[in-house]
């Protein structure tokens, strides 16, 4: 539409040079116009935000019509007897679809593949001596969705072996204790020197 009316000479001001915003959406005035056309003994003004909706239906009322319905997703509208009345209210929300799976897919889920997509992934894995908490193999650091190739992290791995190495100094023995160390460690790195939140799956391993 924009290319044939400039074709035609027309010069046409629009959101790319100009502060303007031009609704798909009918406007009060034609609200107005449609309602005193159709005279409607019911209106339930749909789509907008509830602000949208209220002053659509006040519009219903200044042409006479008495049963105006404000109703939400979820909301049961009776139309018994000619007359629109709110009958009930029935569990509803977003059903996610997830190939063969209806519904199974959670918003956790969804945030873990936006932080994939955007942000990468970066695993880290640790073998260190249960008894003495010292690092015996590793840290090996691997990277996916990164520009960057897999050496620049080796910044990082000698702040993850002090790291490791002061929580075995005080005493630190547990492996979800320990993976977070590396998490952190890793995590603070990344941020600062990449400028990165990647989704990261520190594995730390006793032998």
Known sequence: MINGLAKLGAK???????????SGHASAGELLYCYNIVRPRNVM???????????NGDLARAVGTESVVIAEDGIVVDLADGVAKIAG???????????????????????????????GFISVIVVVDSA???????????????????????????????????AAKTG????????????????RWVNQSLRRRPMIVPLVIEA
């Open 12 to 22: 046409v001001v629009h959101k790319g040079n100009a502060l303007v915003h031009v």
């Open 45 to 55: 003004p749909v789509h907008g935000e509830i602000r949208h909706l209220l002053a």
């Open 89 to 119: 209210k029935v569990e509803c929300g977003y059903v996610f679809v997830d190939g063969q799976s209806v519904g199974d897919i959670t918003e956790s889920e969804l945030k873990d593949r936006r932080i994939l997509g955007e942000e």
């Open 132 to 166: 003495t908490g010292k690092i015996i193999s590793g840290p090996e650091v691997h990277a996916r969705g990164f520009a960057e190739d897999d050496a620049v992290f080796e910044d990082v791995k000698p702040k993850i072996a002090a790291a490791l190495a002061e």
């Open 172 to 187: 630190v023995r547990d492996n979800h204790a320990l993976s977070q160390v590396v998490r952190r460690t890793i995590g």
